[in-house]
């Protein structure tokens, strides 16, 4: 909790500091560009680990599931 605290403090600061830097045309599209691809590649993957767990190939990697006696 202390460390929460203390990164909110310093980013509130940095940001106050920083207030009259001004950004460049190159900087807003790297922000842009930057956002863009981090939140693609976020949805992309949590796309994947959803469609992983339910197609059911993650029961068959995990090796410590206890498995179901073969039905007679």
């Known amino acids: 909790m202390t460390i929460l605290f203390a990164a909110g403090v310093w980013a509130i600061t940095f940001w106050n500091e920083s207030s009259g ?4 045309k190159h900087g807003w ?3 842009g560009l ?6 693609t590649i976020g949805c992309g993957l949590m796309a994947l680990m ?3 767990s339910r197609s059911g ?3 068959v990697a995990d090796p410590f599931r206890k498995r179901e006696p073969p039905a007679k």
Do not use: N, P
């Open 29 to 31: 599209i790297a922000l």
């Open 34 to 39: 930057g956002t863009f691809f981090s939140l």
């Open 21 to 24: 830097v001004a950004m460049t």
């Open 50 to 52: 959803f469609f992983s």
């Open 57 to 59: 190939h993650d029961e």
